[in-house]
C-alpha cells in the first residue's frame, strides 16, 4: 500500500523535483516505509510514499523494465502475481524483485493497453511509456483505491489524495458549487467531480491516458448488466462459496501482521470464519462499539470470534476525542459526512499497534441487496404492481403541512418524495439527506438560483441509471450503488480512515470475479419477502454459526444525535452556527439555525444526519478557509 503522486508537463513547462517531494510530503501518512521518485524535467515527474507489505527487503518504487523504458509508481495489491510473474518468465521476461508491481511494467509490455484486464486485485497507478512519451493512469475496477487530477494550462497533476494536488503549488483551491451541491443532497460528491474546483476524480474501473498534452479517458471494466446466470439456487451458492473462499486466501499474502475488521455482522464474520481456516495461527481480530448494544454488534462479534479461536481485541469509545472531527476531515479531503467513517477511523488507529493489514466487510449489502432501503424499494414496487402507479400520488401528499404529519413528519415526507420520483430517480432518493425542496430552502436564493439554472444535481445519478436501463428496478437500484455510493463514498472512507493510520485495508466480497458473478444473479436469490442477502446466507450457512446467519440485519449506529447534544455541541454551535461562517456566503443561515433548534428541541434521527452533514461541511470549510479569513473562491 502506498501513495502516489505525479505531474505531467503539457505545456512544456518543466517540473521541479522540490514540487514532487511536497506532494509526496503530504503523503507520508499512507507510505511511511520508503519513499522514491522519477524525473525527466520537461515531461514527467512520478513519485510515491510505500507501505511496505510484499518483497518488504527489494521492493522499491519507481519500478521499471530492463531498459528502463517504463516507470511505474503503485498503490495497492495484485493478488494474483505470482501467477502473473510464472506466465511473463516463460515467455522471456526477466524480473527483479519479488514485488507485485513489477509485474504491472512487463504485462503492459507484453500485452499494451489490455494489460488491466489480467490484473486481480485493488490498484492505482501511474505508468509513463517513454518511448512513446505516454502516461497512463489507471484505477480498480470497483474503486478500492483513490486517484484525483486536475489540469492547468502547462501541467496535469495527479496524487491519491487531494491534499497532495493543492501541495504541489500548481492548482488553486477554489470550491466548486458544483461539488457543493451534490454534496448537500448526499453527503458525497457523486460521479467525477469533487468539492474543490477543478480537481476530478478517475471514475472506478477506468483509465486515463496523457499524450501530447491532451487526455484520453476510458472505461476498461463494467459491472455485467444482465441476470441470467442460468444457475439455480443451489449451484449459484456453491459458486459464490467458492468464490469467495479464493478471495479471502489470497488476500492473505503478506509479509507484515495481518488481521480482520470484525463488526459481528454477516459480511465480516464471513472472511473471519474462512480467514481463520485458512491461516496456520490464531487469526486476529479487532472491533469497536460505543457502549450500547442497541447500537453496535460487539457481542455478536465475541461470539464470532470466540467460535473461531481468533486472537481478538475490542474497543468501547464512549467520549470521542474533542478534535476528532477535524483529524478525520483532514484525512478525508472533503467532509466526512458519513457518521461510519467514524468507527472506521477509531478501529484502526486502535489495530494500528498490533497489525498493518486488516480484512473488511466492505460491498456485501451493495452485491446481495443487504441495507433496508432495498427492502423498502420491493415494497414499493409491490404497491405499484397491485394499486398501478403511486409517483402523482405521493408527490401530492409530500405537500401537505408538515403539522398534519405524525411526530417523525421528516421521515414520512421524506419516503413521499422518494415515491413521488420517476422509477429511473429513485435510486438517486435513497442516497438523498436534503430533498430538493429541503436544500432549496437550506440554500442562500443567489445560490439556489444558480444550482436551478445550471439543473447539476442528479446528472451523475441520471447517466449511471442511464446505464443501468435493461435491469429490473431493484438490480438497476444495485448497479447505481456500486458506481455511485461504494465507488464514491463507502470506499473512499475506508481507504482514507485506514491509510491516516498506515493499515492497508482489504474487501473480499469486492473481488471483481465475485462481483461479476453475483451481477448475473436474478435479483429474488439475492432479496424477497423471505428477507435480504437470501442466496449470500445460504453459500455460507455451513461457514458461520447460525445465530449470526439468521438473525435480522442490525448494522453499525454511530451515536451522533447524542455526540450532536453532547461532546461535539460546541463544535456545532461555534463553527457551524458562526454568523461569520464562510459556509453562509452559500447557506441559509436562519434555515441552519432553525434545523439545529428543531433537533434540539426534538432529536430526530434524520435531522441528525442533516446536522452531521452540516457541521462537518463546517469542519472541513474551517480547515480550508478559516472564519475570519479570505472566503473560499467559487469557480
Given amino acids: 500500500m502506498c501513495g502516489v503522486s505525479g505531474v505531467v508537463a503539457t505545456g512544456g513547462k518543466p517540473i521541479s523535483r522540490d514540487v514532487l517531494v511536497a506532494m509526496n510530503d503530504a503523503l507520508r501518512h499512507r507510505g511511511p516505509d520508503d519513499e522514491g521518485y522519477f524525473l525527466d524535467p520537461g515531461k514527467v515527474g512520478l513519485a510515491v510514499r510505500r507501505l511496505s507489505i510484499i518483497d518488504v527487503a527489494h521492493g522499491h518504487q519507481p519500478v521499471h523494465n530492463e531498459s528502463g523504458s517504463l516507470q511505474v509508481v503503485f498503490n495497492g495489491e495484485i493478488y494474483n502475481h505470482a501467477d502473473l510473474r510464472r506466465d511473463l518468465m516463460a515467455l522471456g521476461h526477466g524480473f527483479s524483485t519479488r514485488s507485485d508491481s513489477e509485474v504491472i511494467v512487463h504485462l503492459y509490455e507484453e500485452y499494451g493497453l489490455e494489460f488491466l484486464h489480467w490484473l486481480r486485485g485493488m490498484f492505482v497507478f501511474a505508468l509513463y511509456d517513454r518511448r512513446e512519451d505516454l502516461l497512463v493512469l489507471a484505477r480498480d475496477r470497483s474503486g478500492k483505491k483513490p486517484l484525483y487530477y486536475a489540469q492547468t494550462a502547462d501541467h496535469l497533476v495527479f496524487a491519491s489524495e487531494i491534499k497532495a494536488i493543492h501541495q504541489s503549488g500548481l492548482i488553486d483551491k477554489r470550491l466548486d458549487p458544483a461539488g457543493l451541491d451534490g454534496y448537500l443532497s448526499h453527503g458525497f460528491v457523486p460521479g467525477e467531480g469533487t468539492l474543490f474546483a477543478g480537481v476530478r476524480k478517475l471514475p472506478a474501473g477506468c483509465m486515463l491516458m496523457v ?64 480467514a481463520s481456516r485458512a491461516l496456520d495461527r490464531p ?33 468501547i469509545v464512549t467520549t470521542p476525542a474533542p478534535d476528532l472531527l477535524e483529524k478525520v476531515n483532514w484525512a ?78 421528516r421521515r414520512v415526507r421524506k419516503g413521499l418524495w422518494i415515491a413521488g420520483l420517476p422509477r429511473g430517480q429513485r435510486p438517486r432518493g435513497w442516497l438523498t439527506t ?25 446528472e451523475a445519478f441520471a447517466a449511471v441509471s442511464q446505464e443501468g436501463e435493461g435491469l429490473d428496478d431493484l438490480s438497476r437500484c444495485l448497479y447505481v450503488d456500486s458506481k455511485l455510493q461504494l ?53 455460507i450457512g455451513d461457514l458461520v454459526p447460525r445465530e449470526i446467519v439468521d438473525r435480522p440485519k442490525q448494522g453499525f449506529e454511530v451515536p451522533i444525535d447524542t455526540w450532536l447534544r453532547g461532546p461535539f455541541k460546541t463544535a456545532a454551535e461555534d463553527l ?55 472566503r473560499a473562491r467559487a469557480a
Fill in 576 to 630: 457551524l452556527l458562526a454568523p461569520d461562517a464562510g459556509h453562509f456566503d452559500y447557506l441559509d443561515i436562519a434555515f441552519v439555525r432553525g434545523l439545529w433548534a428543531d433537533f434540539l428541541r426534538r432529536p430526530d434521527r434524520l435531522l441528525a444526519r442533516q446536522l452531521w452533514l452540516l457541521l462537518n461541511l463546517a469542519v472541513w470549510w474551517d480547515s480550508h478557509w478559516p472564519t475570519g479569513s479570505a
Fill in 283 to 315: 487469526l486476529k481480530t479487532f472491533s469497536i462499539g460505543f457502549g450500547d448494544p442497541r447500537l453496535d454488534e460487539l457481542s455478536h462479534a465475541n461470539k464470532v470470534a470466540a467460535h473461531f479461536g481468533c486472537d481478538h481485541r475490542e474497543e
Fill in 332 to 409: 478525508h479531503d472533503e467532509p466526512a459526512a458519513d457518521p461510519a467513517i467514524l468507527p472506521t477511523f477509531l478501529l484502526a488507529e486502535f489495530a494500528s499497534t498490533d497489525i498493518t493489514v486488516a480484512l473488511t466487510g466492505e460491498g456485501g449489502d451493495e452485491l446481495f441487496a443487504g441495507y433496508s432501503r432495498y427492502e423498502l424499494h420491493r415494497k414499493l414496487l409491490s404497491v405499484e404492481r397491485r394499486i398501478g402507479a403511486v409517483d402523482g400520488l405521493a408527490r401530492c401528499l409530500s405537500l401537505w403541512p408538515s403539522g398534519l404529519w405524525p411526530a417523525r413528519d
Fill in 211 to 274: 499524450k501530447d498534452g491532451r487526455t484520453d479517458l476510458r472505461s476498461y471494466w463494467d459491472l455485467p448488466r444482465r441476470t441470467d446466470s442460468g444457475m439455480n439456487e443451489e449451484e449459484a451458492a456453491s459458486r459464490i462459496g467458492q468464490l469467495l473462499k479464493e478471495a479471502v486466501e489470497m488476500r492473505l499474502m503478506s509479509e507484515v501482521p495481518l488481521g480482520v475488521f470484525l463488526s459481528g455482522g454477516l459480511d465480516s464474520s464471513a472472511i473471519v470464519a474462512l
Fill in 434 to 458: 436534503f430533498p430538493d425542496d429541503e436544500k432549496h430552502a437550506l440554500c442562500r436564493p443567489d445560490f439556489r438560483a444558480r444550482l436551478l439554472r445550471n439543473g447539476v444535481n442528479g
Fill in 487 to 539: 465507488a464514491d463514498q463507502l470506499l473512499m472512507k475506508t481507504d482514507k480512515a485506514t491509510m491516516a493510520a498506515s493499515i492497508e485495508a482489504r474487501c473480499p466480497l469486492l473481488d471483481h470475479k465475485l462481483v461479476e458473478f453475483v451481477a448475473t444473479l436474478p435479483i429474488d436469490m439475492k432479496i424477497s419477502s423471505l428477507g435480504s442477502k437470501l442466496i449470500f446466507k445460504k453459500a
